[in-house]
């Protein structure tokens, strides 16, 4: 592991607060640390003058929670840069970021980050500190040497959200592949067996101003989007106001002589006896953060691969699938790049408390700023994957790439269920509809269906026998209803291809034959339809082709959002397989 390009990736942030307040624009910088023999990503926001002269390290908790966390998180790191702090935030070892041989976590390490962090934002001065769950009880379990202060939300022990994270997936049942043997398997997530029994020593914090421990409760916060899925996760009214009023009580008065620390902007580290080389880039017209991986010597026409993350996850959050997948792919040859999309991940928007719909124009002139990114790195052939709304992305912008840039493109289109012309309502569905709807296991998709009795039902039985007339008649209407068009649907899977590319504009159906036909005619391109085996069901997808240049794909053991280590390893290896048979050299 080195680390190189020391210096600042700046990027500021635009915008007003949820509460319309002006959000002072204040810099941001990614890049990596050492800590121990690893790497840990960084991402440092500078302080507003007048500085206070002190930082801030701002822990949130690993894998599923990281992700739904990331618009809360990035709320309170800006209210807390504006407020003067110097605000380090980081993924935890072999999750996110922070990149990894192997694609199991050693979690025993996660208490040495922790202080590697610390020591680092400090420069040898004490440092504040904020964690949120299973964070904030590493937070207090830490030496309280070097830290002048902490606060902590949502308390946990790290046994309790060991506990939590296992009986999740534990409830996804079916739909997800059966775990893979060793380790700790949870969503998104695989701890090894030593890593989750040092996780489960970690202890729940407990307020003690002795220490300088204090504990913010949901009282003061709001409830913190914990165990939700992204597509509600909502920053709470209170929680930026209360941790700047927490800290304030002891913070250092405002003056003007920091700065703030400033990562490396290049890294490498050794993938299957390969050194890749990692550096921080811009990509687009709007310079959105991403990264690119490559081996230390590469051809000039090395295979290039796009990745491209799901609905509004950060580029690479929770299990490092995509990141895993580029330090592998470029331990083979290749040159990859991930990067961020219009608010998600670090460019979540400061005025929006909640996640809006990416089904949009944004994310279709972003994957094909992706593309075109990759094809200027290099003259090879161009792969770009994406997953679910990634992929919808890919196929909307295929139509927009240069001809010259098509003929050497080959999307990988992976559990995409968008295959309408009108794809706005696949966002409002989500939570709501279907076998594939990506919400977190457990959660009671049928929760809102039956609306509670008012108090006026109560005091009215003649208005309450109506309500429950009038709800048995809307039941016995939309099984009508169901029943016919899950006829109709049936029919149109079955129907010609004039009359099934009919059904799919309609709406009736979701297939990918018609938009792959239609694909057909973008020059030189190559398209794979990948499929998990109930995302195939879902749209009536069977392994097959499509045409010359386009084909159906089904890979048994991927689940929809890639929760399960079965899933993030099948995929892995497909997109690199993928990519060594596009570039023609085998591995």
């Known amino acids: ?197 040092a996780v489960k020593t970690v202890p729940a914090p407990a307020a003690d101003p002795a220490r300088g421990i204090s504990i913010l409760g949901e009282e003061e916060t709001g409830p913190l989007p914990l165990n939700v899925h992204p597509r509600v996760a909502t920053v709470p009214p209170g929680v930026t106001g209360a941790v700047v009023a927490a800290l304030s009580e002891h913070a250092p008065a405002h003056n003007e002589g920091t700065t703030a620390p400033e990562p490396a902007q290049q890294a490498t580290v050794e993938m299957d006896g390969t050194t890749v080389r990692l550096r921080r880039t811009t990509v687009g017209a709007d310079r959105r953060p991403g990264i690119v991986t490559e081996p230390l010597e590469r051809a000039a026409d090395a295979p290039g691969l796009g990745l491209v993350s799901p609905g509004s996850d950060v580029m690479e959050a929770a299990g490092g699938l995509w990141l895993n997948t580029a330090l592998l792919a470029s331990s083979r040859g290749a040159v990859c790049l991930l990067a961020e999309r219009t608010d998600t991940g670090e460019l979540v928007r400061s ?140 029919k149109a899977h079955a129907a010609s291809p004039r009359v099934n590319s009919l059904a799919a504009t309609l709406g009736i159906i979701d297939v990918p034959q018609p938009e792959l036909r239609r694909l057909e005619r973008v020059p030189g391109l190559t398209v794979n339809a990948v499929f998990g085996t109930l995302d195939a069901e879902f749209c009536g997808a069977e392994t097959g082709r499509i045409g010359p240049r386009s084909a159906v794909v089904v890979v048994d053991s991927l689940d929809h959002s890639m929760f399960s280590t079965a899933a993030r390893r099948a995929m892995a290896q497909f997109t690199v397989e993928q990519l060594a048979a596009t570039s023609g050299v085998s591995h």
């Open 351 to 490: 005025d929006r408390s909640r996640n809006p719909n990416p089904y949009d124009r944004r994310t279709v002139a972003e994957c094909r700023e992706l593309i075109l990114h990759v094809a200027s790195l290099t003259d090879g052939p161009v792969t770009a994957a994406g997953i679910c709304l990634g992929a919808w992305g890919l196929m909307a912008a295929a139509r927009e790439l240069p001809a010259q840039i098509s003929a050497r493109t080959t999307l990988d289109v992976i559990n995409n269920v968008a295959w309408q012309r009108q794809p706005w309502r696949y966002w409002r569905q989500g939570l709501t509809e279907g076998p594939l709807a990506p919400r977190v296991p457990g959660e009671d998709p049928t929760a809102d269906a039956v609306p509670a009795a008012s108090s006026a039902d109560a005091a009215a039985p003649d208005a309450s026998a109506l309500g429950s007339l009038r709800r048995t008649l809307t039941t016995q209407v939309g099984n009508v209803a169901r029943t016919v068009v899950r006829g109709t649907r049936a």
């Open 1 to 197: 592991m080195t680390l190189s390009g020391l210096g600042r990736a700046l990027r500021p942030v635009h915008g007003s607060g949820t509460d319309g307040a002006a959000v002072v624009e204040t810099p941001v910088s990614h890049g990596w640390i050492p800590a121990g023999d690893r790497l840990l990503a960084v991402d440092v926001h500078e302080p507003a003058a007048p500085a206070r002269g002190a930082s801030i390290v701002l822990a949130a908790p690993p894998g599923r929670e990281r992700v739904t966390l990331t618009r809360t998180v990035l709320h309170t790191a800006r209210a807390l840069a504006a407020d003067g702090w110097c605000v380090v935030r980081f993924d935890w070892s072999g999750t996110g970021q922070s990149p990894a041989s192997k694609d199991v976590t050693d979690a025993q390490h996660w208490s040495e980050d922790l202080t590697a962090v610390r020591d680092w934002a400090g420069q040898g001065q004490p440092v504040h500190g904020v964690g949120i769950g299973v964070a904030g009880a590493y937070l207090a379990a830490d030496d309280d040497e070097g830290w002048a202060q902490r606060v902590v939300m949502a308390p946990v022990s790290g046994k309790q959200w060991l506990r939590h994270q296992s009986a999740l997936r534990r409830m996804a049942g079916q739909s997800l592949p059966p775990r893979v043997a060793g380790g700790t398997e949870l969503l998104d997530l695989h701890l090894t067996a030593e890593g989750a029994a």
